[in-house]
């Protein structure tokens, strides 16, 4: 993927992210459900990432960083796996809604391990989240998307972080991952059908729907100021199954997936009335 597409894509869908309560929606001022105090925060993430899903080598992205959330309604703990989401639901200890996912296209003229196969789509993944807290430390959230355009898969995501904080402004998080899919989405990123094969000279693969990987992340967050955000994050996921067998990853890649980066934001504050 090209940073430049993840700009244009990024800034496209603006990335915002708001929670909505019912009392909001029934709001009947000027500003309809938007009316109140709210917090637009601003900044930019760049980090090094596998060249492709399954890839041996890595390259350097940067993506903008925008959300939008109504003050004196934070999340307890966010991370950045997590993906834009709609709260519905928030008792404080559950907190449950919609949930998307920008799905960047994949170009495989630009890699040399995937000329001969098919190119990915830009497209997107819809669903439903749900988070709680089983201690004061601890959260567990888990997503389920429908993929649109890129593929119609159905994907799963299981992630716990145990949070402390080592002191006011600095906070230190991190805990296991889990991803699963059906058949589409491994097709779509694992497969090669056999006129690709003979284009590329990758093995066949046909592969089913199953467990994608299993993981760890972790990050070190410090409020810098009380508006300036920053973070130094990173993630490893073992390939499984589906993915794991997949000539692409057999052949020309590794199961390994490795991802470092870091993070700035700036948040700003105004009032709509």
């Given amino acids: 993927m090209k940073t430049g597409r993840v700009f244009a894509a990024a800034i496209l869908l603006l990335g915002v992210s708001a929670d909505a309560s019912a009392a909001d929606m029934a709001d009947n001022s000027r500003f309809g459900p938007f009316t109140g105090d709210w917090s637009l925060t601003v900044g930019v993430s760049t980090y090094a990432e596998p060249e492709f899903e399954g890839a041996s080598g890595s390259?350097?992205?940067?993506?903008?960083?925008?959300?939008?959330?109504?003050?004196?309604?934070?999340?307890?703990?966010?991370?950045?796996?997590?993906?834009?989401?709609?709260?519905?639901?928030?008792?404080?200890?559950?907190?449950?809604?919609l949930t998307g996912k920008l799905i960047f296209p994949r170009d495989s003229s630009d890699y040399h391990a995937l000329k001969g196969l098919?190119?990915?789509?830009?497209?997107?993944?819809?669903g439903l989240f749900a988070e709680f807290y089983p201690l004061d430390w601890m959260r567990v959230r888990g997503?389920?998307?429908?993929?649109?355009?890129?593929?119609?898969?159905i994907v799963g995501d299981l992630a716990i972080d145990a949070f402390a904080n080592l002191t006011p402004v600095l906070q230190i998080s991190g805990g296991p991952r889990l991803s699963a899919a059906t058949s589409d989405y491994?097709?779509?990123?694992?497969?090669?059908?056999?006129?690709?094969?003979?284009?590329?000279?990758?093995?066949?693969?046909?592969p089913g729907g199953g467990l994608k990987?299993?993981?760890?992340?972790?990050?070190?967050?410090?409020?810098?100021?009380?508006?300036?955000?920053?973070?130094?994050?990173?993630?490893y996921e073992h390939l499984l199954g589906p993915a794991a067998d997949s000539s692409i990853v057999k052949e020309r890649g590794s199961p390994d997936q490795f991802l470092f980066g870091v993070s700035a934001t700036y948040r700003f504050d105004f009032s709509l009335r």
């Fill in 213 to 235: 990987s299993a993981g760890f992340g972790g990050a070190l967050t410090w409020k810098t100021t009380d508006k300036v955000t920053t973070s130094l994050f990173g993630e």
């Fill in 118 to 126: 098919h190119d990915v789509d830009f497209g997107g993944e819809l």
């Fill in 59 to 97: 390259h350097f992205g940067a993506v903008p960083l925008v959300s939008f959330s109504r003050r004196g309604t934070a999340m307890r703990f966010s991370s950045r796996n997590d993906n834009i989401s709609l709260g519905l639901v928030d008792t404080g200890d559950f907190r449950a809604g």
């Fill in 143 to 153: 997503e389920v998307r429908k993929g649109i355009v890129t593929h119609d898969a």
């Fill in 186 to 206: 491994f097709k779509t990123y694992y497969g090669v059908n056999a006129a690709e094969s003979l284009a590329s000279g990758l093995s066949p693969y046909s």
